[in-house]
């Protein structure tokens, strides 16, 4: 398989009957190839155990419109704005009581700024990520994880089930994208090898501050004379700094990065927790 200019690419039968249209779409990219079959391997989840789900509020009929009404109308989505991964148009509703029907209408809860919506009539799953924090209407369910997928508390407890896992066999990643310098002990499986990755370690940056004190006299126009002495002061602040770069190594048994400056090997078991960050 193959487009016009570009590398054949094998790929199986079985991936072509798994999808919903059973087209034939070259992907182009052998890599490409690789990482999809290995997203077929790995082994799923109940939805249930990562995410909430809810379904959108209900209006009374003729409440929401096409164009804005009144300046408390606010921007919504309908079934009909969810495509295939991407959000087309929205509608306008005026989100108040007497306006309501049933369905979900918890404002904090249907404003979560990350959630996946979900269509719910057709006869094939049409989803998609939205961040936006407008409301979904009773034709889209909703998924969200609990405080919304931006909670860093969220985070954290996903990663710390997602380390357990990692720890006790019970989840593969298998995302090798380079050779591995390792050398494997008994029963140590390669999860995940990244080329190119930045070490980061939190640093002490100290920061410097002061200014004169007592009385000022004018000498003339816009010109002051200060008596005192200049005071400094010094704080300091722990930032993140990169310093170092090198490859980053997953098994089953330990985290591996091996840098220009330093390897930094560090046993699964020892790690208590993972702190998510806003940059990843």
Known sequence: ??????????????????????????????????????????????????????VGFIAKQGKVTNKPISQKDMVVYKGENVTRYALKGHFYFNFAKSNLAGGTQDEAKLGIKEKILLRKTGDRIFATIDDTSNFPEQSLYFLYASGGLSNDKQHEADMEQWLTALKEGELSVKMICDSSPLLLKRKEELQVVLPNMALWEPRSVRQGAGGYGGPSFRIAKGVYWRLGAFKAQSESHEELRAIDQGRFTLTNKRLVFSGAKRTVDINLNKIEYIKSRSTG
């Open 1 to 54: 398989m193959c487009e016009w200019g570009k590398p054949s690419v094998t790929v199986s039968q079985a991936f072509y009957l798994k999808s919903a249209d059973h087209v034939f779409v070259a992907l182009g990219d052998k890599r490409l190839a690789t990482i999809m079959e290995k997203v077929e391997k790995v082994r799923s989840l109940p939805l249930a155990k990562l995410l909430n789900s809810s």
